[in-house]
């Protein structure tokens, strides 16, 4: 790549003009600045060659190459500010995000399920991820997070039907089955909100856990209690949340929704229907969420195998529908002031999550935003949330952050609004592209 080999000349000529700490320095300037220059979709062979927030990842193995691509979001807070409700904002959110490729078994027993992450809780946090979609079980005298089905965590995996595994093996580089204590993972959300004091996170809670107290007790363990935001400051009737500053001030930074409804009065945890809406995005049928993934028309090949497979999409999958799953309330019911828009399949296909994230992801985002009655997602939840070709799921929080904040098709492109006064060049819900998008006078 060009921009690779004058990196490459200028460090070499400097090296003899200069002594070697000016050179070196001299070199470290040129390395910021390539890197600095480098733009989502520039050729690439490793993370080095591209921008800051950026990771080198081939999203078509067979076609294109390997490109730059995000993997960190935009934080709105700090690009524009962090004065309005907190349902004002949109927040990137991982589906199964404790389901992380090649985590190790706590239990000593092979895992065998699927991951449907590729990062640690923490990296997560760090490039912007702003709510975990976590599964709570009772398992061997504590909370675990586990893939399982029927309420039950297991050694191994009780999930796993022996298509489930054969599709698995196919569309994933790995099967493993991550089961771990809720408390770890608590641990490093705790540390997190430590280190970043301006920073809410929201867990979404799968919940399985019938031990009375059995969730209280882990959150009490992991230090998450004082950062708890109470059941009894959370809007009712659609009303705004409180503004983002506040909950900053206060230090209840820390939303939790369970999808046990009785919780709420036990345990003080918001039963998550009592405050938002959410799409169903997933088919019923593994397969046929393989197959037949949210959107009409799509490539799936396996990346070893190297099966190219090309479909039509069903008619329960259609890209410009969006429909309720059946626990929530219908999306237009503006008595809950929180959306949510979950874009995966039932099982997680690493090999087209890259193209879904693509422009598939967008084109649902505006399907949904109507669906929703005219209400933009404020929660976007995605497996292998690094996966696109460019953008990807950072872009599509992003167009939504924009649309929330400032009617625009981009977040980054509300400063500039405000600085200039322009307003905004709003072209049909398309693909977002930032030089296309920024502000007319
Ligand atoms: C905060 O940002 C929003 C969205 O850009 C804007 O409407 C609002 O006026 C800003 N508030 C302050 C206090 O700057």
């Not at 799509?298 to 999958?317: C, K, N, P, V, Y």
């Not at 905004?424 to 930032?434: E, K, M, N």
Request: aromatic residues 10%; negative net charge.
């Amino acid at each position: 790549m060009a921009r690779k080999d004058l990196f490459v000349g200028r460090g070499k000529k400097m090296g003899g003009a200069f002594t070697a700490a000016p050179a070196l320095a001299l070199v470290l300037l040129v390395a910021l600045s390539v890197a600095a220059t480098a733009n989502v979709g520039d050729s690439c062979s490793t993370a080095v060659d591209c921008g800051g927030g950026q990771w080198c990842f081939d999203c078509q193995p067979e076609f294109a190459g390997s490109s730059c691509v995000r993997s960190a979001a935009t934080n709105p807070f700090q690009l524009t500010n962090n004065s309005l409700p907190f349902n004002k904002y949109a927040y990137l959110t991982t589906h199964n995000s404790f389901a992380i490729v090649g985590e190790p078994s706590h239990t000593g027993v092979p895992r065998i399920t699927f991951d449907n992450q590729e990062d640690t809780v923490t990296d997560q946090l760090n490039n912007g991820v702003r709510a975990l979609m976590l599964d709570t079980y009772d398992f061997k005298g504590d909370v675990w997070l586990c893939h399982s089905n029927g309420g039950k965590c297991n050694d191994f995996t009780a999930f796993v039907s022996e298509l489930d595994v054969a599709i698995s093996l196919v569309m994933t580089d790995r099967v493993s089955e991550p089961n771990e204590p809720a408390l770890d993972t608590f641990k490093e959300i705790e540390a997190f909100l430590g280190a970043n004091p301006s920073e809410i996170v929201t867990l979404i809670l799968e919940d399985y856990v019938h031990a009375p107290n059995g969730l209280t007790n882990v959150f009490k363990a992991s230090g998450l209690m004082k950062y708890w935001f109470p059941v009894s400051k959370m809007p009712q009737k659609g009303k705004d949340w409180p503004l983002v500053s506040d909950m900053v001030a206060s230090n209840q930074r820390l939303l939790v929704f369970t999808s046990i409804r009785s919780k709420q009065a036990t345990e003080g945890i918001a039963y998550q229907w009592n405050y938002m809406v959410e799409n169903n995005c997933e088919t019923s049928h593994p397969l046929l969420s393989i197959y037949f993934f949210c959107r009409s028309t799509f490539l799936l090949h396996a990346r070893d195998s190297q099966i190219l497979l090309i479909t039509d999409g069903d008619d329960g999958m259609d890209a410009g529908k969006c429909s309720n799953r059946a626990e929530s309330a219908p999306l237009n019911d503006k008595t809950k002031s929180l959306v949510l828009v979950n874009y995966f399949p039932s099982v997680p296909v690493k090999v087209t999550a890259c193209l879904q994230h693509s422009k598939s992801l967008t084109d649902m985002v505006n399907t949904c935003y109507g669906a929703a009655g005219n209400r933009w997602a404020n929660l976007l939840a995605v497996d292998y949330y690094k996966r696109s070709d460019g953008g990807g799921a950072f872009q599509a929080t992003d167009l939504l952050n924009g649309r929330l904040l400032c009617g625009c098709q981009d977040v980054k492109a509300c400063s500039v609004r405000r600085e200039t006064g322009h307003t905004c060049f709003l072209p049909p819900c398309a693909s977002v592209d930032l030089d296309m998008m920024l502000c007319e006078s």
